[in-house]
């Protein structure tokens, strides 16, 4: 088992920036692809970012791509995601996501389903 806790989400104005973090504890070795997924209001879950922990590739949706870095420090467990020039339309629970099987690659961002373990998720609001 992995346990994720994220922290770091709050409101902010248009333009501004958050860092989130996850830490992980327990089995951490499985989880060699980390990354952060949302869920806005009415909408679907997301992936926003994911990166292998062991190469340290990184992917990220289209509509986050230059504002937002994902980022881990193993040493520590901990991943992270620095979002900044943030918009209204990225307010949404975030959620810290491992996965310890298959493939760590651009197609996990759309398929929330492969996620093996989450994170109980930070909230960010952006207000215009």
């Known amino acids: 088992q992995v346990q994720l806790v994220e922290s770091g989400g709050g409101s902010v104005q248009a333009g501004g920036s958050l860092r989130l973090s996850c830490a992980a504890s327990?089995?951490?070795?499985?989880?060699?692809?980390m990354g952060w997924f949302r869920q806005g209001p009415g909408k679907e879950r997301e992936g926003v970012a994911v990166t292998n922990t062991r190469t340290a590739v990184r992917y990220y949706v289209d509509s986050v791509k230059g504002r937002v870095t994902i980022s881990q420090d193993n040493a520590k467990n901990t991943l992270y995601l620095q979002m900044n020039s943030l918009k209204p339309e990225d307010t949404a629970m975030y959620y810290c996501?491992?996965?310890?099987?298959?493939?760590?690659?651009?197609?996990?961002?759309?398929?929330?389903?492969?996620?093996?373990?989450w994170g109980q998720g930070t909230q960010v609001t952006v207000s215009s």
């Open positions: 327990g089995h951490t070795y499985r989880s060699y692809c």
């Open positions: 996501a491992a996965v310890d099987r298959g493939d760590c690659a651009s197609w996990l961002l759309k398929r929330p389903d492969r996620v093996s373990y």
